[in-house]
């Protein structure tokens, strides 16, 4: 008996060692879980077939975050903007097809690159910051558009903080693609023994579209294996008569601008915004 108990103690110790191990592990490779970025040298040159110009902006702590502002196409000149958030990979020089969709559309897209992304500097250490770089370019482009010309676009990492972004401004409109509940739900539901308050990054794209007082369209694809569609059945709810969520069948978790339904209704939603 006394030998089982020693056993048991043992084994004890070990799972939880292990436990400890786990959740320090997840704790400290937190950015490296969820971004992964794809960099750039600095003085690479990018190459589009439409109009573009570069912004480079310095944070408070005198980092360079990487910018473009891809003008419309279109022969009259726009006076409204996307202003776009992408996901946890690649970099701004994979955006130039999707630029081209809008500004085709009669708007301009601005996208930006996250610390440690493409062109832009050091290294994402926390959520306050990663909002912070976010807001600060947010303001700059304020500078030249007045907000109810603004709309704000989120893609799958991107989605919580456009949420918060329109959640703390007055943009025209908020739009998301394939966007989680919240960070915290996601990491919990793969890693499922983790204590949340562990978790630095949350995210909390719910919590955010139930501020916002824009229009919000949610865009999912049914068959996303990356972030789950009842993700966005479960923010659907948070939703007003004044927001949409648009189910996409056939869609996986990219290449929206080539699904006909979502070509149809953002064809339908932008060209009928007019300020």
Same mark, same amino acid.
């Given at each position: 008996?006394?030998?089982? /108990?020693?056993?048991?103690?043992? @084994? ?44 480079? @902006? ?12 891809? /003008? ?92 918060? @972004? ?110």
């Amino acid at each position: 008996m006394k030998r089982f /108990k020693k056993v048991s103690l043992k @084994l004890l110790v070990a799972a939880s060692v292990l436990y400890a191990v786990a959740c320090g592990y997840l704790y400290f490779q937190q950015e490296n879980l969820i971004f992964h970025p794809d960099k750039l040298k600095v003085n690479s040159k990018f190459k589009f077939n439409i109009p573009f110009k570069e912004f480079k @902006l310095v944070t408070s702590d005198k980092e360079t975050l990487s910018a473009l502002l891809f /003008k419309c196409t279109l022969s009259r000149r726009s006076n409204k903007l996307i202003f776009f958030l992408h996901g946890n990979s690649g970099n701004l020089k994979e955006l130039g097809k999707t630029a081209e969709f809008y500004t085709q559309l009669g708007y301009d897209f601005f996208a930006m690159d996250y610390r440690g992304f493409g062109k832009s500097t050091g290294k994402i250490t926390s959520e306050e910051q990663f909002f912070s770089d976010i807001e600060l370019v947010y303001k700059e482009m304020k500078k030249a558009y007045s907000e109810k010309d603004i709309s704000i676009f989120g893609f799958s990492v991107g989605t919580g903080p456009a949420a918060m @972004l329109a959640s703390k401004n007055n943009p025209s409109r908020l739009v998301l693609f394939a966007p989680y509940f919240s960070m915290t739900d996601m990491a919990l539901a793969r890693y499922k023994i983790i204590p949340s308050f562990l978790l630095k990054y949350k995210f909390e794209t719910n919590k955010y579209i139930a501020k916002t007082k824009a229009p919000i369209t949610i865009f999912h694809g049914i068959n996303d294996q990356t972030i789950p569609f009842h993700s966005s059945t479960r923010l659907s709810k948070i939703l007003t008569s004044k927001d949409e969520f648009v189910p996409l069948k056939n869609q996986g978790h990219s290449g929206f601008e080539k699904n006909k339904k979502f070509i149809s209704k953002i064809n339908e939603l932008l060209l009928s915004f007019k300020p």
